[in-house]
């Protein structure tokens, strides 16, 4: 079982930069693959980023490709989202999600789920 916080969400103006945590407890953090998923209102919950347990292979929608950065640090069990050049349209509910997911781009497959950080940017 493993238990996940994100923090970081705020309001920020077009173009700046925020970067989204998420805390996981459990010894088993670094077996998992772990993403960012984000669902803004009238919307399907949709792919941003993932990170295997390694940390080595990471994978991104094209949307925030170049832009945002997946990163985690196992020793403190947690994940990073540093997410640069914020347009409007990365206003979201950002969620950190983790497990061993058969297609890593669908929530479905993860089992483990943070209760979400606000992010909105302005224009």
């Known amino acids: 079982q493993v238990h996940l916080v994100e923090s970081g969400g705020g309001l920020v103006q077009a173009g700046g930069s925020l970067r989204l945590s998420c805390a996981a407890s459990?010894?088993?953090?670094?077996?998992?693959?772990m993403g960012w998923f984000r669902q803004a209102p009238g919307k399907e919950r949709e792919f941003v980023a993932h990170?295997?347990?390694?940390?080595?292979?990471?994978d991104y929608a094209d949307s925030v490709k170049g832009r945002f950065t997946i990163s985690r640090d196992n020793a403190k069990n947690t994940m990073y989202l540093q997410m640069n050049s914020l347009k409007p349209e990365d206003t979201a509910v950002y969620y950190c999600?983790?497990?061993?997911?058969?297609?890593?781009?669908?929530?479905?497959?993860?089992?483990?789920w943070g209760q979400g950080t606000q992010v909105t940017v302005s224009s």
């Open positions: 999600a983790g497990g061993d997911p058969f297609n890593s781009r669908l929530p479905a497959y993860y089992p483990y």
């Open positions: 459990g010894r088993t953090f670094r077996n998992y693959l």
């Open positions: 990170i295997s347990g390694s940390g080595l292979n990471t």
